[in-house]
């Protein structure tokens, strides 16, 4: 019989939950079979993050179809977003994770599997201090919305001292390093370069990066202006 692990124990902690105690005990035997791979310092580190992860999906209260457990889509996206929950050990980035499951489990947020694997990898991509980089050009942009008689590159200029000052002071950025961070960060699709209007870094949010927003914890956010 295999040992009783505190992933084990966990299912009888959501007794109340029975979307999360359900997807416990589906990742139980899972995560069994880790344990024989990984060493006991390891299995630790490893068992918090699950338990995290398990832990925002129960604050978020969400209603699970019976069918939805058996479906083989619904497990492969339920691995892999596992997995990455796992292999990360940040809490802010585990519960978006499970946030962006939960998105799932509720319906009608992706049109299919494939979609969803495109939001987690843009999720495993980005970092916590990419999504505040993000996130403050988003409350840069809100308060210099664009103006009938200018372009976007004028748009961008109105704000520019301010927000690269803002990742200086605010998120620690060294300001010879800022341009090669949101270089990067066309990688994801969240943020598009305005090359016709101006030259260097200076870009402007996707509709990419609105839609992954909404599937992300707000409480691991910094909101930075």
Aim: aromatic share 10%; glycine share 2%; net charge negative.
């Amino acid at each position: 019989m295999p040992p009783i692990t505190p992933i084990r124990k966990l299912a009888e902690q959501y007794n109340d939950k029975p979307v999360v105690k359900a997807l416990v005990q589906l990742i139980t035997p899972y995560v069994d079979a880790l344990n024989t791979l990984l060493m006991t310092h390891l299995q630790s580190f490893r068992d918090k993050r699950i338990i995290t992860f398990f832990d925002e999906l129960a604050t978020l209260d969400i209603e699970l179809n019976p069918e939805l457990l058996v479906s083989e889509e619904f497990l492969h996206c339920c691995f892999a977003t596992l997995k990455a929950a796992i292999n990360t050990y940040q809490k802010e980035r585990i519960r978006n994770y499970a946030n962006l499951l939960a998105a799932y489990i509720i319906g009608g947020n992706f049109n299919d599997v494939d979609e969803f694997e495109e939001y987690l990898k843009i999720l495993e991509e980005l970092s916590l201090k990419e999504i505040n980089i993000l996130n403050t050009l988003e409350a840069h942009e809100a308060k210099h919305p664009l103006k009938e008689d200018e372009n976007e590159g004028q748009r961008v200029n109105r704000f520019w001292a301010s927000f690269t000052e803002t990742l200086v002071n605010e998120l620690e950025i060294p300001k010879e390093e800022i341009d090669a961070r949101l270089m990067r960060l066309t990688r994801t699709g969240c943020y598009d370069l305005l090359r016709t209007y101006v030259v260097g870094s200076k870009g402007k949010l996707t509709p990419t990066y609105f839609r992954l927003k909404q599937f992300l914890d707000a409480d691991a956010l910094e909101v930075v202006f």
